[in-house]
């Protein structure tokens, strides 16, 4: 019902600089939360960064000051800017999107995945 798709990872230098971004589409009527996650090798998967449909914000503490997120609600697109990049930054990236959709008569929200695009940062 709620496809995400995510683009702009790749491979990086330490402190260099990557931008994802992460498209919304199907049958949403609204969507309330979108964010980035990561998961590296042998981890578990861990928040990055989020923000509401109102613009605030809330970021994983090993991000802040370095990490960007921004969204474009009339495009349904979630952005985070990444800045001073770290090699223990490189992990799978994956977008969360927390979305309405109208199933029959009844609103559902459930929460979204896209498939994870890789960064990764060399030192």
């Known amino acids: 019902q709620v496809q995400l798709v995510e683009s702009g990872g790749g491979l990086v230098q330490a402190g260099g600089s990557l931008r994802l971004s992460c498209a919304a589409s199907?049958?949403?009527?609204?969507?309330?939360?979108m964010g980035w996650y990561r998961q590296a090798p042998g981890k578990q998967r861990e928040l990055v960064a989020t923000?509401?449909?109102?613009?605030?914000?809330n970021y994983a503490d090993s991000v802040k000051g370095r990490f960007t997120i921004s969204r474009d609600n009339a495009k349904n697109t979630v952005y985070v800017q990444m800045n001073s990049l770290k090699p223990e930054d490189t992990a799978v990236y994956y977008c969360?999107?927390?979305?309405?959709?109208?199933?029959?008569?009844?609103?559902?929200?459930?929460?979204?995945w896209g498939q994870g695009t890789q960064v990764t940062v060399s030192s």
């Open positions: 969360n999107a927390r979305a309405s959709t109208l199933v029959a008569t009844t609103f559902i929200e459930k929460d979204y």
């Open positions: 199907g049958r949403i009527f609204s969507i309330n939360a």
């Open positions: 923000i509401t449909s109102g613009g605030s914000t």
